[in-house]
C-alpha cells in the first residue's frame, strides 16, 4: 500500500513538475519566439489590411445600386477595431525596445511575456477576421419610391382671385370621374404656369393621388417629335425607370405606360406648343385611375379634351392689387390714381406686363412721367400688330430706359437658345469679349459690372433666376419680344441662332453664315462646312454637340475676328492648325471635352486670348506654348484622368506643367488647377507650381490644392513678401484646400455657393498655423476636417470666424461642443449654415447660454452621425435661432429630444423654421414637450426611421401653414394624438414613404 502510495505520490509529482515546466517553456517560448511572431503577425496584419482594401474598392465601385450588408458592416467595423489594438500594440512593441536588457536579451522578463502573448493571441485573431470574411458584402440598394409630389415654388395666389379660382375649378374637375384630360389655354404672360404650379401644390396636398408627374416642356424642342421625347426622358428620371440605351421612343412609352397603369396619377404638361398624342409618351386611355392637364397657347393641340379654361389674364380688381403691391402706395394718390387705371387697361391684363410696368414706375412720382408711359402703351407699334402687342410695347419702354451699356447686354442673350440657363460668369466674361463692358479693365471689375447689369435686368423683371445656382435665364415670351427689338436695332449685325430641330448643312448653312456676326448653334444638328468665309464673325457658340467630333483643318482660315469660341460638352478629339488664325479670340472654352487630349503648339500664336478653359479633358499636361500666351488672364485646367500614370505615358516622361509655364502668365489675374487628391504627379510638383503662382502680381482668384500644410505656409510666405502692403494677399476670391482627409468624400469648390466665394478646406489634422489664420479671417466658408485635438472653434480664433457665413466641421473626434472658450465671444457672427458631420463627442452646440447670440443668423443647421448628442436645442439656444429655416438631424443614435424638456420657450420660437428632416433616430423620444410652440413657418416634416417616436408637437391651431408630413406607414400608426381632431387635420397632410433615406447627408 505505502509502495502504491509513494508511486501514485511521484507521478503526481511528475506530472506537476512537467506541467510547470511545460508552463514555463511556453512563457519562455512566448518571449524567445517574439520576433518571429512578430514577422507573422504583420504579414497576417497585411492580409488583412489587403482584403479590407479590396471590399472597399467593391464597395466604391457599386455603391450606387447597391449597399453593405450587416455583415460586411460587422466585418469592417471588427477590422478597423483591430488595427485599434495593433496600433496600440505597436507603442508597447516600442516600448520594449527601449527597454535595457540582460539576462539573455530576456530582461524585463515580465514586460517581453507579455508582448509575446498579445501577439500570439492577436495574430489568431487577424487569420480569425480573414477567414470571417463574408461571401456577399453587398445587397442591392432599396430603392426609395418616387417622391410623390415635388412641391413647386409659384407667386401664391391666395388673393389673386382670377387665378385662384381657375386652380379651385381644376381642384374640383380631378375629384370627378369624367374629366380625364383637361386642356388650359392662353396667350403667354397671361398665368398659365402660375396656375399649374399651384395647382401642382394644392394637389400635392391631398392623398387623391399616388403620385403628381410635373412636366416643363421647352419652346427650344420646336418639333413634335423633340418634344416627345423631353417630355419622356423627365419622366423616364422622375418614375426612377431604367432606360439607359434604349432609344426607340415605343419601347419607353411602353416602360411608362407599364409603371403607370395601376396608379392614380396625375400629369401635368407646362409649356405644350405643337399637338400631342399622349399614346406616343406612354399615357394611355387604359390608365383608369390616371388624368391629364395640359396648358398651352394654342387651343387645338390636344382635340379630346374633357374640359378646357381659357385663361384671360387678370381682373380689373387683380390687376390692381398686383400694380400696387410692386409699385406702392404712390398708386393711391389722386393725380396718379386715375392714370393706373388707364394703365391696367393697356396692359391686357397680362401679370408679367403688369409687374414690368410697376417696376418701371415705382420710383417715379411725377405725375407727367406715368401719362408719358400710359401713351407709349397705347400708341400702336409702326409693325404691323403681332400677337402680344402689350407684352412689346411694355418691353420697349423698360428696354429704351435701359442705360446705353444695359441695352446691347439685354440683346445679346438672344443669342442663347429658348429657356437656355447661363452662368452669370460666363455670361459676363462674353460680355467683356465684345467689348460691352468698356470701363472693365480687369476681369473683377467685369465681375462685378455684370452682377450690377444682371441685377438691374432682374428688378425689371427681363431676366430670372434659373433652376441652377448664379444662372439666368430669359422668359420665353419677353425673348421673343427681345428678337424683336434686335432685329429693329441691329439690321447690320445677323445672327444665326439653330431652332429647333433642324438639321444646318452644305449650302443651307453657309448662306446664312456668311454675313452672321453672331453663330450660335447650341444643342442642335449641323455639318460644319470644310472652310467657311465667315470675317465677320465675332461669336462661335457650337457647345453642347457630343456628335460633333471633328473640325476641319481649314476651318477657322478666314475667321481673323473671331472673339468667342465655345466648343465645351463636344465630342472632338484635336484642335486643327488653322485656329492659329483666331488672333483675335478672347475667348476659347473648351471644357468638358473629354476626347481632347492634346492641344496643337499653334495655340501659342491667340496672343489676345484672355480666358482659356480647360476643365474635365483628356488633357494630361499642359504644352509649354501656353507660356507664350501673354494675354492670358484666366486659365483654368483640370488634371483627372489617369492620375496613377506616375512614371508617364507610353514610356515618356509626363510633365503635367513645365517649369515657367505659369510664372511665364505675367498678366494672369485668374488661375483654377483641379487635381485628383490621389494625384503623385501633382505631389511631386506643387510646390514648384506653387512657387511660380506665388509670383503672380496680378493673381486675383485662385483656385488650388495643397496637399501638405507646409507647401501652404510657404506660399502664403512668399505670397506676404510680395503683397505687404495689402492684407488679403492679393487675392479676391480664393478656394483652397489644405489636406487630402477622407478626401473620397469631398463635397467640391461650389459646395457653399457664394458669389464672392472665399473659402477653404482644411484637412490636415495637425496644428492650425498663422498661416491658415490670415487667409480664413477673409474667407467666407470654412470646411474643418479630421481636427483630432480641437474641443471647440476656439482652435480657430474668435477673430478669423466673424465673417464666416458658411462652416462644415466633419471627423473631429474630439469636437464636444461648437461654440466655446474664445469662440464663444463671437457675438456678430455672420454664420448661417453650419453642417456638423461625424462628430463622435458632439454633447451640445454651445458652452453655456450666451454663446448663443452667436447662431442668430443660422439659416441651415445639419448633424449627421453625432452619437452622444442627446439634446440638440436648451432653452437659451432655441430663443436665439430667430433665422434659421433648415433644420436635418441624421444618424444621431442617443439623441431623445429636437428641444430640451422643461424648456421655457418663446410660443412664437424658431419663427422662419420652415422644413425639418429626422432620420436614423433609434432614440428620440418627442421634438418637444406639449404644442404649445406656433411653428408658425413649418411647412414640410420628414420622419424616418425614429422607431420610439410617438408625438407630434402639433394641435389644431399651430403650424397653420404645414403641407407634408412625410413618413412611413408604421410610425404613422405608431404616433398618439391628443384629440381626434388633431389627428383628423394632420392625416390630409400626410405623405407615405416605404423605406428610410440613403444615409449619405442631403443638403438642405
Not at 503635367?656 to 487628391?677: C, K, R, T, W, Y
Not at 514648384?688 to 506660399?715: D, I, N, Q
Not at 444621431?892 to 420660437?909: F, K, M, P, Q
Amino acid at each position: 500500500m505505502a509502495d502504491a502510495a509513494t508511486q501514485v505520490a511521484g507521478n503526481a509529482a511528475t506530472q506537476t513538475i512537467q506541467y510547470v515546466l511545460g508552463y514555463l517553456w511556453r512563457k519562455y517560448g512566448y518571449v524567445s519566439n517574439l520576433k518571429e511572431n512578430l514577422v507573422k503577425l504583420e504579414k497576417e496584419e497585411r492580409n488583412l489590411c489587403d482584403k479590407e482594401a479590396d471590399v472597399r474598392r467593391s464597395l466604391e465601385r457599386d455603391e450606387e445600386k447597391m449597399e453593405k450588408t450587416v455583415q460586411c458592416t460587422t466585418w469592417l467595423k471588427d477590422v478597423q477595431e483591430m488595427k485599434v489594438k495593433l496600433a496600440k500594440l505597436e507603442e508597447l512593441k516600442n516600448r520594449n525596445q527601449n527597454t535595457c536588457r540582460c539576462f539573455c536579451g530576456l530582461c524585463p522578463f515580465h514586460s517581453l511575456l507579455k508582448l509575446g502573448k498579445t501577439v500570439v493571441k492577436y495574430t489568431k485573431e487577424v487569420i480569425a477576421l480573414q477567414n470571417q470574411l463574408p461571401i456577399n458584402i453587398l445587397v442591392k440598394r432599396e430603392e426609395a419610391p418616387p417622391i410623390r409630389v415635388i412641391m413647386k415654388h409659384p407667386e401664391k395666389i391666395d388673393d389673386v382671385p382670377s387665378l385662384n379660382d381657375h386652380v379651385e375649378k381644376l381642384l374640383k374637375w380631378l375629384k370627378g370621374d369624367n374629366f380625364k384630360r383637361i386642356r388650359i389655354w392662353g396667350l403667354p404672360g397671361v398665368g398659365k404656369t402660375t396656375i399649374m404650379k399651384n395647382l401642382n401644390n394644392r394637389v400635392g396636398e391631398t392623398q387623391q393621388f399616388d403620385i403628381v408627374l410635373f412636366v416643363d416642356v421647352s419652346e427650344a424642342k420646336s418639333t413634335r417629335e423633340e418634344m416627345r421625347g423631353e417630355i419622356q426622358e423627365q419622366l423616364v428620371e422622375r418614375l426612377q425607370l431604367e432606360a439607359q440605351g434604349i432609344r426607340q421612343s415605343d419601347q419607353i412609352a411602353d416602360m411608362i405606360s407599364k409603371k403607370l397603369v395601376n396608379k392614380r396619377y396625375l400629369l401635368l404638361l407646362d409649356g405644350v406648343f405643337s399637338e400631342i398624342n399622349l399614346n406616343d409618351i406612354g399615357i394611355h386611355d387604359n390608365h383608369e385611375h390616371g388624368k391629364v392637364v395640359f396648358a398651352t397657347r394654342y387651343r387645338d393641340v390636344y382635340l379630346s379634351t374633357d374640359e378646357e379654361i381659357k385663361i384671360t389674364g387678370l381682373s380689373d380688381n387683380d390687376g390692381l392689387n398686383l400694380f400696387k403691391k410692386i409699385a406702392g402706395d404712390i398708386v393711391d394718390q389722386p393725380d396718379i390714381k386715375p392714370i393706373v387705371k388707364s394703365i391696367l387697361g393697356v396692359c391686357g391684363r397680362m401679370p408679367q406686363v403688369i409687374m414690368i410696368t410697376a417696376k418701371m414706375l415705382k420710383v417715379e412720382e411725377n405725375p407727367a412721367l406715368w401719362r408719358r408711359v400710359f401713351l407709349q402703351l397705347r400708341v400702336p407699334s409702326m409693325e404691323p400688330m403681332r400677337e402680344m402687342e402689350e407684352v412689346y410695347k411694355a418691353f420697349k419702354i423698360v428696354y429704351d430706359r435701359l442705360t446705353m451699356a444695359c441695352q446691347p447686354c439685354l440683346r445679346y442673350w438672344t443669342v442663347f437658345p429658348p429657356d437656355y440657363e447661363v452662368h452669370e460668369d460666363y455670361m459676363t466674361e462674353c460680355w467683356k469679349a465684345e467689348q460691352f463692358l468698356a470701363h472693365a479693365e480687369t476681369l473683377g471689375d467685369a465681375r462685378d459690372l455684370g452682377q450690377g447689369i444682371l441685377k438691374e435686368l432682374e428688378d425689371k423683371s427681363l431676366l430670372e433666376k434659373g433652376r441652377k445656382a448664379r444662372h439666368f435665364k430669359m422668359p420665353l415670351f419677353l425673348r421673343h419680344v427681345a428678337v424683336r427689338i434686335r432685329d429693329q436695332e441691329e439690321r447690320d449685325s445677323k445672327f444665326l441662332v439653330g431652332e429647333g430641330g433642324e438639321i444646318l448643312e452644305g449650302e443651307k448653312l453657309l448662306e446664312k453664315w456668311q454675313s452672321a456676326q453672331r453663330v450660335s448653334l447650341i444643342r442642335k444638328k449641323f455639318t460644319l462646312p470644310p472652310r467657311p468665309e465667315c470675317s465677320k464673325t465675332l461669336t462661335l457658340l457650337l457647345q453642347k454637340n457630343p456628335n460633333l467630333t471633328e473640325i476641319p483643318e481649314s476651318f477657322f482660315e478666314s475667321m481673323c475676328n473671331l472673339r468667342i469660341l465655345d466648343l465645351c460638352n463636344t465630342g472632338i478629339m484635336s484642335m486643327p492648325p488653322s485656329i492659329s488664325n483666331l488672333i483675335n479670340l478672347r475667348l476659347l472654352y473648351l471644357n468638358n471635352c473629354d476626347h481632347m487630349v492634346k492641344l496643337p503648339p499653334d495655340l501659342k500664336q491667340l496672343k489676345s486670348l484672355e480666358i482659356l478653359d480647360l476643365r474635365n479633358t483628356g488633357i494630361l499636361s499642359l504644352p509649354k506654348e501656353i507660356g507664350q500666351l501673354t494675354g492670358l488672364k484666366c486659365l483654368r485646367v483640370s488634371f483627372k484622368k489617369n492620375c496613377s500614370c506616375s512614371n508617364g505615358i507610353n514610356g515618356q516622361p509626363l510633365i503635367m506643367i513645365p517649369s515657367n509655364v505659369i510664372a511665364s502668365l505675367s498678366s494672369l489675374e485668374e488661375l483654377s488647377i483641379d487635381v485628383d487628391f490621389k494625384n503623385k504627379i501633382w505631389n511631386q510638383i506643387v510646390g514648384t507650381v506653387a512657387g511660380e503662382v506665388a509670383k503672380l502680381k496680378k493673381l486675383a482668384s485662385l483656385c488650388f490644392y495643397f496637399p501638405e500644410l507646409r507647401c501652404f505656409e510657404t506660399f502664403i510666405e512668399a505670397r506676404n513678401r510680395n503683397y505687404m502692403e495689402q492684407e488679403d494677399h492679393g487675392l479676391r476670391s480664393f478656394r483652397i484646400v489644405v489636406g487630402n482627409h477622407n478626401m473620397d468624400n469631398f463635397h467640391g469648390f461650389d459646395f457653399f455657393g457664394y458669389t464672392t466665394e472665399r473659402h477653404l478646406r482644411f484637412a490636415t489634422g495637425g496644428v492650425i498655423p498663422n498661416a491658415f489664420s490670415n487667409v480664413l479671417n477673409q474667407g467666407y466658408s470654412l470646411e474643418l476636417i479630421g481636427h483630432h485635438s480641437a474641443k471647440n472653434l476656439s482652435v480657430i480664433g474668435a477673430a478669423n470666424l466673424e465673417g464666416l457665413k458658411a462652416c462644415t466641421i466633419e471627423d473631429c473626434n474630439e469636437m464636444g461642443s461648437i461654440i466655446g472658450g474664445e469662440s464663444g465671444d463671437i457675438i456678430t457672427g455672420a454664420l448661417q449654415k453650419l453642417h456638423l458631420i461625424n462628430l463622435r463627442k458632439l454633447v451640445s452646440i454651445c458652452e453655456g447660454s450666451n454663446n448663443s447670440r452667436s447662431l442668430n443668423k443660422i439659416t441651415t443647421l445639419i448633424l449627421q452621425g453625432c452619437p452622444r448628442l442627446k439634446r440638440l436645442f436648451p432653452q437659451a439656444l432655441v430663443q436665439m435661432l430667430c433665422n434659421l429655416k433648415d433644420l436635418q438631424v441624421e444618424d444621431c443614435s442617443d439623441i431623445e429630444e429636437i428641444i430640451e424638456g422643461g424648456s421655457i420657450v418663446e410660443i412664437r420660437a424658431l419663427p422662419k423654421l420652415k422644413n425639418v428632416v429626422l432620420c436614423k433616430l433609434p432614440g428620440l423620444l418627442r421634438i418637444c414637450e406639449g404644442a404649445s410652440l406656433e411653428w408658425r413657418s413649418l411647412e414640410t416634416m420628414k420622419i424616418q426611421t425614429c422607431p420610439v417616436l410617438t408625438h407630434l408637437p402639433f394641435s389644431v391651431e399651430n403650424a397653420i401653414h404645414l403641407r407634408v408630413i412625410e413618413c412611413t406607414e408604421n410610425l404613422w400608426n405608431q404616433l398618439l394624438w391628443p384629440t381626434d381632431s388633431v389627428q383628423d387635420r394632420l392625416r390630409g397632410l400626410h405623405v407615405v414613404v416605404s423605406s428610410p433615406t440613403s444615409g449619405r447627408v442631403r443638403r438642405v
